[in-house]
């Protein structure tokens, strides 16, 4: 099995605006020999007492059982995707979030890992997440840790 990039001129994301905050959901790509379709979804929701939170997932779809399951953490994610596979995934909810703040523009978020002691690499791509959010002007901060888990408050900054 192979994952397969998807172009990503090819495969435009999908905001989704029904609800009260938006969300994008966009391929990443699929396995050539099953079928299986990789997307991934971020988008935002009200927390209680106010607060804003991010999130991403990546979904797998497996169009033969007509079955999906959610991933919200890389450490789940099938073994079918490879290095190559996890780049594109990751290139994708760059993209995705990309494409999202600027439709949502949320005045405040949070953001947490979902899994506790990440290793340096695994956090570099959540700081690369929060690129994303200062290149639309946002400040990122540190929110700190709970039980190993990192967080971080974006702001957007005023004009």
């Known amino acids: 099995m192979a994952f397969v990039r998807a172009d990503a001129e090819a495969f435009w994301p999908a905001i989704d605006e029904t609800e009260r905050w938006p969300s994008v959901t966009r391929v990443a790509g699929w396995d050539d020999r099953s079928g ?13 007492g106010g607060e804003v939170e991010y999130f991403g997932c990546v979904i797998v779809i497996d169009p033969a059982k007509g079955a999906h399951v959610r991933y919200w953490s890389g450490l789940d994610l099938p073994a079918w995707i490879d290095p190559l596979g996890r780049s594109a995934v990751l290139d994708c909810l760059i993209e995705s979030a990309d ?12 953001r947490c890992t979902r899994d506790a002691h990440l290793p340096k690499k695994a956090l ?36």
């Open 36 to 48: 299986a379709v990789v997307a991934v979804s971020v988008g935002f929701e009200s927390l209680p």
């Open 99 to 110: 494409s999202l703040l600027p439709v949502a523009a949320p005045a405040a978020v949070f």
């Open 124 to 159: 570099a791509k959540h700081h690369r997440i929060g690129t994303v959010f200062a290149a639309h002007g946002y400040e990122v901060r540190s929110a700190g840790r709970v039980l190993g888990k990192h967080s971080w408050r974006a702001t957007k900054r005023r004009r």
